[in-house]
Nanobody, 117 residues
């Protein structure tokens, strides 16, 4: 399995970014997918997840609820994270990962998001 994130960058507080993740090498629609982030000097923290086909929905960490939106396109094998109203504390390396809330078994290489004025 391979996961490849893109879309990171430098954005001002209050701005928006969209992070796409392209998946390959496995049956994408059969797996829940997550976004996980790691801020400097901290451990990984789960951000959001979306269930596989037939699952019950989408999930968000309290810190991003109402600002971030996860979506997936099973025809294109992609999962996206739309981030609005970004805050400096959202600065982190963002990873796409296979799995739901914990126990992710495959990760991408990450894409850096920096929120700063």
């Amino acid at each position: 399995a391979q996961l490849l994130e893109s879309g990171g960058g430098l954005v001002r507080p209050g701005g928006s970014l969209r992070l796409p993740c392209a998946a390959s090498g496995f049956t994408f629609s059969s797996f829940a997918m997550s976004w996980v982030r790691q801020a400097p000097g901290k451990g990984p923290g789960w951000v959001s997840a979306e269930d596989s086909v037939g699952g019950s929905g989408t999930y968000y960490a309290d810190s991003v609820k109402g600002r971030f939106t996860i979506s997936r396109d099973n025809a294109k094998n992609t999962v996206n994270l739309r981030m609005n109203s970004l805050k400096p504390e959202d600065t982190a390396l963002y990873y796409c990962a296979r799995g739901r809330l914990t126990g992710w078994d495959y990760w991408g290489q990450g894409t850096q998001v920096t929120v700063s004025s």
